[in-house]
């Protein structure tokens, strides 16, 4: 506890939390301190417009219960907001709040309050992904004979090999690249986790191919770039794998009445791990995962697989006796 005769003002907390805290002590990416920005800019004009309460005035105790709830709610119903980003603007005031209990424990009992308000739960999607027919008619959809066609063959298989996000696959130069002995890739991830995957020798040979295709290639060149042997963009890869999707349709009609993103091939890639045996905990490093529990979710995805496997066998044909409830139960049934 810091020793000081008065409590820092809220504008000196907020301003310490960002610059001694995010950045210097938990060194945080520029886009999770973006997100934070975003989250405190939000709110203290929500606090000027709804409760009259300018920025140069706010102090610590004004962010309780109240404000915050009213602020969260108006993110979802004013500004459409889904239930996931609400939560990430829950945690953002969550880690400040933490962070300014230690400077001013006159506000540890309005903090108490705040930190209580709960995640607000919501139903997760099915997670869709691609079967092995279709995620093949996609990689061998690029024209071969082409520049673009061939780099789009290496993006989509890196992609498919190493369940990577966009913002990772864009970013690996050949430097990241190990060919030989055993074959990987170290892809830089999200809140500066790295990690080394593993290649498949299909994706060795490709790789090799391409990377005598682009001599003379330096090590801090990218390994995808575009026409201007720059970085390529997201929307960049997403065209190129729609139009890949497109081409493949034309010999794998269900592809027809899907919809593939990156991010399809990404739970592409952990479904088949996991339908091939890997274990839960090996799917979850693969994909840069901090907690196996979001790795989970790929189980329950395959469990509905199974779920709709079942379904379709008939039942055995077993005796039985159909259940009447007594009528007291009935009366007090229809009354509900």
Known sequence: MPKSS??????TLLQRFFVDHLQHDRALSPCTISAYRDT???????????????????????????????FLDHLEHDRNNTARSRNARRAALRTFLKYAAHYDVTALPAIERTLEIPLKRYDRPMLGFLSRPEIEAILAAPNPHT???QRDRVLLTMLYNTGARVSEIIGVRFKDLVLEHAPSVHLYGKGRKDR???????????????KRYLIPAEDSD????????????????????QRAVRLA???CPSLRQRVVSPHTIRHTTAMHLLQSGVDITVIALWLGHESPSTTHLYIEADLS?????????????????????PEQLLRFLESL
């Open 222 to 241: 990218f390994l995808l770039p575009n026409r201007n042997q720059t970085k390529m963009t997201r929307s960049n890869v997403t065209q190129r794998l």
């Open 305 to 325: 697989m199974k779920q709709r496997a079942l379904n379709r066998l008939q039942p055995a044909k077993t005796g039985g006796f159909r259940y009447r409830p």
């Open 147 to 149: 520049w673009t066609g």
């Open 196 to 210: 080394a995957v593993p290649l498949w020798s299909t994706t060795t040979s490709l790789l090799r191919k391409w």
């Open 249 to 251: 349709a034309e010999k």
């Open 40 to 70: 405190f800019k939000l709110l203290l004009c929500f606090a000027e417009r709804r409760f009259g309460k300018k920025p140069a005035n706010f102090t610590l105790t004004d962010l309780d219960q109240i404000l915050v709830l009213a």
């Open 6 to 11: 008065s409590n820092p003002t809220f504008a």
